[in-house]
């Protein structure tokens, strides 16, 4: 080893900004986009890459993704509902589900809540079935279970990553710079 590449080496360690920065999210396998691709919702945005946004209605951190996407350019956002496993997420999710639109997201995110009566759920229940045929894939893959919101992205043509949970605007913001 050439004295100046130990030397380079030893201060791309100890000053993380002289490192390349790695992407955001973990590495899946490409079976889990598959997955993804299967469950419905709408998408914003002409881009050429696609962020998926998978999100319950009543977590708290999807508005402010949501909120994060309204200046991104270059890249299309999907946005795909699950209930969670509650009522009221069951109730949303399958009024969005039954037009689902872009301009409906934000109109989607609802806090917890009792609800005087449960009416039927046909597309939320579909929905929450195709989830918990995905959920198995991003237990294998990232050894955690599936959170809300969970966000899948590729970076060219065949690497899959996911980032399961929220995260900071910042963060968005470059797997917005990695799909494009």
Known sequence: ????????????????????????GLPVAPDL???????????????GATIHVM??????????IWKNTRSLRGVSIRWL?????QPEGREAVDRFLQNPSASAVPRIFTRLQPLAMMPPTPLSDMQDDRIERLAPIVIRDTGRNLVAPTIVY????????????????ADFLEIARYAA
């Open 1 to 24: 080893m050439l004295r100046r590449s130990f030397v380079a080496g030893a201060a791309a360690s100890i000053l993380p900004g002289l490192a390349a920065a790695a992407p955001v």
């Open 33 to 47: 986009l598959g997955a993804v691709r299967s469950l419905q919702g709408a998408t914003e945005g002409s881009g």
């Open 55 to 64: 999100f319950t209605p009543w977590c708290h951190v999807s508005p402010e």
């Open 81 to 85: 509902p699950f209930s969670g496993g």
């Open 154 to 169: 590729t970076i060219g043509p065949d690497r899959v990553r996911v980032v399961p949970g929220g995260i900071s605007s």
